[in-house]
């Protein structure tokens, strides 16, 4: 076993679900996710679904394992396969270090029995480099909206690619699978019970899923106690437009490892693991717990200092430009680093969780009519 230790039970609290049935609207607030766009229809109704969130069903703590720097390695002819890999590639000895620190922890939590390997959004395809190295003979199946591969990716892993809507292709599929992986994925889901369950039954008995995704619903995550104050109120106020950065809807599902293991149980997986890396708790930069805490305050201060009174200001002039006010905040909320969107990105903690299929689940009947 790779030198590991159990974290500390963490505060624990429900996580927060933003619902979208809408497929059409749910694309749109990926692409929009402040409810910003070109379509004021659209943008009301997103905020409508912000102003809606809900707390999900609370759930007993859990705690994550932490991974030693060491239990992140590939094994040596796993690394050997992944320079090779990345030969077929364009990118640079830069790019590819960091891209080792992104995926190969990750890509190690693999059963290296997998020979049938479904993976959900994979961009650009680096992580199917990783799922390569490590899986030379297995099937990979990949889903995503497009084709936005790098080049060389697609022939250097032999991989097929399904574009279009997930979920339309998850029904179609039938259970063959071995493994499901999935990168910063399923907290974009609006009904990851539901999605989850669907996944559940397209693996065969003995298979895994591996999934790394950001605990945005962590107690005390940026910004999250505001989100939380505001579905506490009752009856929910009206929210502002300038506000829906907060809410981020293109990441519902705001969860922690206490919300991903009770919702793992429901939807028809056992064996729970939830890991993090030690030193490593957030994904784009190596920082601890408590170092991210201390970041985190001090894009709030800065926040609090020169970005709020800019939101006062946006929300006095949003009647007088309704289109132009958000998205010029928004601008600054993207590329400052102590803005809302930033913030939540670069300091919101990751986790990945690997978890078996209950091949003696049956998910409930719902009652006839």
Known sequence: MPPEEPAALAETAPGLQIDVADPELQAYLQRYPF?????????????????????????????????????????????????????????????RRIHHDDFAWEANLVPRSAQSV????VGDGIE????????????????????????????????????????AHLRKLHREYDLVFSNHTLEHMYAPDATLS?????????????STLPLMGQPGSPFLDRIRRFAARAPRPRLHPIDAVFFDLGHPWKTNPADIAATLTRSGFADVHIYQREGHRGRPMPATAAELTAMRQTART???????PLRLAAKALYPLAPHRVPRLLFA?????????????????EEACFVAAVNAHFRLPTPPSA
């Open 35 to 95: 409810a910003s766009g070109p379509s004021e229809a659209m943008n009301a109704l997103g905020r409508a679904a912000a102003a809606a969130i809900r707390l999900r069903e609370p759930a007993p703590p859990f705690a994550t394992t932490l991974l030693k720097p060491i239990a992140t390695l590939f094994a040596d002819e796993e690394q050997a396969r992944l320079q090779s890999l990345f030969d077929h590639t364009q990118l640079t000895p830069a790019a």
């Open 118 to 121: 479904l993976i959900l959004g």
């Open 128 to 167: 199917l480099l990783f799922l390569r190295a490590v899986l030379p003979t297995a099937r990979l199946t990949a889903i995503d909206y497009a084709d936005a591969l790098l080049p060389g990716i697609a022939a250097a892993t032999g991989v097929t690619l399904l574009t279009g809507d997930m979920h």
């Open 198 to 210: 669907t996944l559940a039954q397209l693996l065969v008995p003995g298979g895994h899923i591996v």
């Open 302 to 308: 800065l926040h609090a200092l020169l970005l709020a």
């Open 332 to 348: 600054l909320e993207r590329r400052l680093p102590f803005g809302v969107n930033n913030t939540m990105n670069r300091l919101s």
